[in-house]
C-alpha cells in the first residue's frame, strides 16, 4: 500500500457524513427540548443576540405583552419593539419612561442591564396587569429578559398594606400604642401615639434596636414578661398579654398593658414578625393600689387592719406549724382613752391613737405584725418564738412605753394599757380562737386592775403573776436589806493558793425564802432595777477586798458579775468603778469584772467606751462561760480581754481522751496564746482538777474548793487551807 501519512489520518467521507448527521439530530432534540421548556413555563421569555435582537422567545411573552408572534418571529430589534409599544400606547401613562430610554432599553427596562448588571422592576400594562420584569446581561453581549405576572399579589400585598393602616390608624384613635416587632432581626417599630405616651419621640431611633425596649421594663416585672411572651411564643397562650411597668424618658415609671399576637411564623413554626398594643394603665393601677390600701389598712395610723390581720395570722400559723415555732397573739386596750377623746376632742385622740401605734411597732421587731383593730384596741402577732418565757421584757417594754406622757399640742396626757396574750399552739389553733382567747386575757388585766398584762395560759398566768409579785418585791429587797452577797473561792490550780474570788449575789425573801438569781436577775434586767442592785454588790465587793487586802492579801481580787442591761442602762450619776476604787485608795486591779459573750455583741459606742474606762482604770475583765454563746476571736481580739472562764458544761464530764478534754485544751492554748489566763468553773472532782492542771489552766473555781459562802466563812476556809 503506498500513501502519505496525511492521507491515512484524514477520516473517510462516510465517518464525516454520519458525525454531522449525528450532530444534527442532538441539536434538534435540545431545541425541542428547549422549546418545549419555554411553552411550559409561566414566564414570559425574550432573548436579545448582541445587536439587540430578537432571538428566542415563547408563547407567554406575546401573550403577557400583547405582541403578536409574527412580530417577534422577524427577530425585530429593541428600538422596533420600542416603537411598536408606543405607537400602539401601551405604555399609557408610563410612556415619557420609555421615551426616555427607547434607546438603550424595551418595556421601560434600564440601560444598565445591558452593562452586564441583573435589573427588576414592576411595570403596569394598558390591560391593568402587574409584570415583575427581570433582565440579565450576559458576557457575549446578550440579553435574557423575563416577564411575569405578579398582579394578584401585587393587589394582595396592597390590600394588607391599606388593612394594616386601617387598623393602626383605629387602634390609634382609642388611645393605644402601637408596636411592630420583626422578631429574627429584634427590630421593633412604635406608632407615635406609643412613644408620646413615654415621652419620647421619632429621634429616639435606639429604641429600635435589638432588646432595647426591653430595657425600659421594671427589673422586678421582667421576668414575668418573658414568661408571658414565650407562652404565646410556644402555643401555650392564643395571645400575648401582660402588665408591668415602663421606664419613661423623664425616669417616672408607667403602667403599661401590653397585648399582642404572632402574625406570622417561619417553617419550623418560630415566629417572625409580632404586632401589639401598648394601653396606659397607670391610673387604674393606683386606683386599685389605693382600693387595696384601704381595705387592708388603717387610714389614720397606716398599720394593717382586722382583714390584712387575719391574713397575716393565717400566713404565720402556716410557718410556725411548719418550722416548730410558738406564736403570740396581743391584744391591747389603751386604758382612760374615751376620758382623753371626750374632754380634748376627736383631733386630739387620734394624734394620741398615732402616737400610741407608733409605740407599740417600736417595742416589737420588723418581722412582727401591729396592727390596729378599731377605736383604741390594737393587736400584735409575735412570731419565731421558742416558749413564752420571753415574753414578759417585751410586755413590760410596751407598757411602759403606753405608760408614758403623751404631748398632744398644749396638753400632757397620761394613758395606759391592758394587754391580754395567747399563745399558738398551747392554747389554740384556730385563728378566732387565738383572737377570742387575747379578747378574754386583755379583760382580765383590765379587770384586775388595768396597766398590766395577763395570759390566758392557767401556768403561764401563774408564773407571770409570780414574776409580777417578785417585780414588787424587788424594789424593796434593796431597801430592807434583803440581799446578801458570798464569795466563792478561785483557786491557782499550780500551786493551789487563793487569792481571788467571785461575788455572787443572793436574796433571802422574807416569806419565799431564799430565791434564785436565775428568777430575779432576769426580771431585774428587763425593769432596769439591776443598774441599783449591780451597783450595790460592787460597793459590797470593795468594802470586802479592801478588808481582804489588809488581812489575807495585799493582791487580793473579787470578781464582779456585770450584766448587758448594767452597761445599756448606765447611769449618768453613777461614778465610774475606777473613780470609786481611787477613792478608797484601792487600785483597779483589785476588782475583775465579769461580762457575757453576748455583751460583745454589742457594736454601740457606748458599750466599747465602758470597757475602754474599766481597762484605763486598771480594772480587769473576764469573759464568763466562754464557749456557750457567741464565741469569735475577732471580739477576743477587739477588746482587752484578760481572763476566760471556762464553762462548767464542759468541766462537768471532763475525762482522759474525751471531746471536751479536746475542747478546753483547745480554749487554753488558744487564751495563752493571746495572752490571757484561764479559770475553769464548775470542778467538782480531783479527777477534774487534776486534768485541767495538766493542761496548763491557770485556775479552778467550783464545789470540789468551796460553795460560795459569807465573808466570815471565806476567811475560816482561807485559814483551814493554810493550817
Known amino acids: ?34 422549546q418545549s421548556t419555554l411553552s411550559s413555563i409561566s414566564q414570559g421569555i425574550l432573548v436579545f443576540d448582541a445587536q439587540g435582537r430578537v432571538t428566542i422567545f415563547n408563547a407567554r411573552a406575546c401573550e403577557l405583552l400583547a405582541l403578536p408572534e409574527s412580530l417577534l418571529a422577524s427577530h425585530p430589534s429593541v428600538q422596533a419593539l420600542a416603537s411598536y409599544q408606543v405607537e400602539r400606547g401601551d405604555f399609557g401613562q408610563n410612556a415619557e419612561l420609555v421615551d426616555l430610554h427607547a434607546r438603550h432599553c424595551v418595556l421601560g427596562v434600564a440601560s444598565g442591564a445591558q452593562d452586564g448588571l441583573p435589573f427588576h422592576y414592576l411595570r403596569v400594562t394598558t390591560a391593568g396587569r402587574t409584570l415583575e420584569v427581570n433582565t440579565q446581561a450576559l458576557p457575549d453581549g446578550s440579553m435574557v429578559r423575563t416577564f411575569a405576572d405578579v398582579t394578584d399579589l401585587v393587589q394582595a400585598q396592597a390590600t394588607l398594606q391599606k388593612n394594616e393602616e386601617r387598623w ?19 427590630v421593633e417599630f412604635y406608632s407615635k401615639r406609643l412613644l408620646e405616651i413615654l415621652g419620647y419621640d421619632a429621634s429616639d431611633v435606639h429604641l429600635q434596636a435589638r432588646g432595647e425596649f426591653d430595657k425600659l421594663i421594671h427589673p422586678d416585672d421582667l421576668a414575668q414578661l418573658l414568661r408571658a411572651r414565650q407562652d404565646h411564643f410556644d402555643g401555650r397562650a392564643k395571645s400575648y398579654s401582660d402588665e408591668h411597668r415602663v421606664r419613661c424618658k423623664d425616669g417616672s415609671w408607667k403602667w403599661m398593658l401590653s397585648r399582642g399576637m404572632v402574625i406570622s411564623r417561619d417553617a419550623q413554626g418560630l415566629p417572625l414578625r409580632m404586632i401589639g398594643t401598648h394601653t396606659d394603665v397607670t391610673d387604674r393601677k393606683r386606683a386599685e393600689v389605693l382600693i387595696w390600701q384601704q381595705a387592708h389598712f388603717d387610714p389614720l395610723t397606716g398599720l394593717p387592719n382586722r382583714n390584712m390581720l387575719h391574713d397575716r395570722m393565717a400566713q404565720e400559723l402556716k410557718r410556725s406549724k411548719r418550722d416548730g415555732f410558738q406564736l403570740a397573739v396581743l391584744f391591747i386596750d389603751l386604758d382612760h382613752f374615751k376620758e382623753v377623746n371626750d374632754s380634748l376632742g376627736h383631733d386630739s385622740g387620734d394624734r394620741l391613737l398615732v402616737e400610741a401605734a407608733r409605740r407599740i411597732c417600736a417595742c416589737v421587731r420588723e418581722s412582727d405584725t401591729v396592727a390596729r383593730m378599731g377605736g383604741d384596741e390594737f393587736a400584735v402577732i409575735l412570731t419565731e418564738l421558742l416558749d413564752g418565757s420571753n415574753l414578759e421584757g417585751i410586755l413590760q417594754k410596751m407598757l411602759q412605753a403606753l405608760e408614758a406622757v403623751f404631748e398632744l399640742d398644749k396638753d400632757r396626757v397620761f394613758v395606759s394599757a391592758s394587754i391580754g396574750v395567747t399563745l399558738y399552739p398551747l392554747d389554740a389553733s384556730a385563728i378566732e380562737d387565738l383572737f377570742k382567747n387575747a379578747d378574754q386575757a386583755m379583760y382580765v388585766a383590765k379587770g384586775a386592775g388595768r396597766n398590766r398584762f395577763s395570759f390566758f395560759t392557767p401556768a403561764l398566768q401563774e408564773a407571770a403573776q409570780n414574776r409580777v409579785r417578785l417585780t414588787n418585791d424587788l424594789h424593796d429587797g434593796l431597801v430592807k436589806e434583803q440581799f446578801r452577797v458570798l464569795y466563792q473561792p478561785i483557786v491557782e490550780l499550780a500551786s493551789g493558793a487563793v487569792h481571788k474570788a467571785e461575788a455572787l449575789i443572793r436574796w433571802h425573801h422574807p416569806t419565799r425564802g431564799l430565791i434564785s438569781p436565775a428568777d430575779f436577775i432576769p426580771i431585774a434586767e428587763s425593769t432596769g432595777l439591776i443598774v441599783d442592785i449591780g451597783e450595790w454588790v460592787f460597793q459590797q465587793a470593795s468594802r470586802q477586798v479592801q478588808a481582804w487586802r489588809l488581812r489575807l492579801d495585799p493582791d487580793f481580787q473579787i470578781s464582779v458579775n456585770k450584766s448587758p442591761a448594767q452597761f445599756q442602762r448606765r447611769g449618768k450619776s453613777k461614778t465610774p468603778w475606777a473613780q470609786q476604787l481611787q477613792a478608797m485608795g484601792l487600785p483597779g486591779s483589785s476588782i475583775v469584772v465579769e461580762i457575757t459573750e453576748g455583751l460583745l455583741l454589742d457594736t454601740s459606742a457606748s458599750v466599747a467606751d465602758q470597757l475602754l474606762e474599766l481597762h484605763d482604770g486598771g480594772i480587769q475583765v473576764s469573759l464568763d462561760d466562754f464557749g456557750t454563746g457567741y464565741s469569735s476571736l475577732s471580739y477576743l481580739q477587739r477588746f482587752d480581754i484578760d481572763f476566760v472562764k471556762i464553762d462548767q458544761s464542759f468541766v462537768r464530764y471532763l475525762i482522759p481522751d474525751s471531746t471536751d478534754l479536746t475542747l478546753c485544751q483547745a480554749i487554753i492554748a488558744m487564751a495563752h496564746a493571746l495572752g490571757m489566763k484561764v479559770i475553769a468553773e464548775g470542778v467538782e472532782t480531783a479527777q477534774q482538777r487534776d486534768l485541767l492542771a495538766a493542761a496548763g489552766c491557770d485556775y479552778g473555781q467550783g464545789y470540789l474548793f468551796s460553795r460560795p459562802i459569807a465573808a466570815t466563812d471565806f476567811e475560816a476556809f482561807l485559814s483551814a487551807r493554810q493550817t
Do not use: C, Y
Open 1 to 34: 500500500m503506498t500513501g502519505s501519512a496525511a492521507d491515512l489520518s484524514a477520516p473517510a467521507p462516510l465517518e464525516t457524513e454520519t458525525a454531522l448527521r449525528q450532530l444534527n439530530a442532538s441539536l434538534l432534540e435540545k431545541a425541542r427540548l428547549l
Open 168 to 186: 393602626t390608624l383605629a387602634l390609634e384613635s382609642s388611645g393605644d400604642g402601637v408596636w411592630d416587632w420583626h422578631v429574627q432581626s429584634g
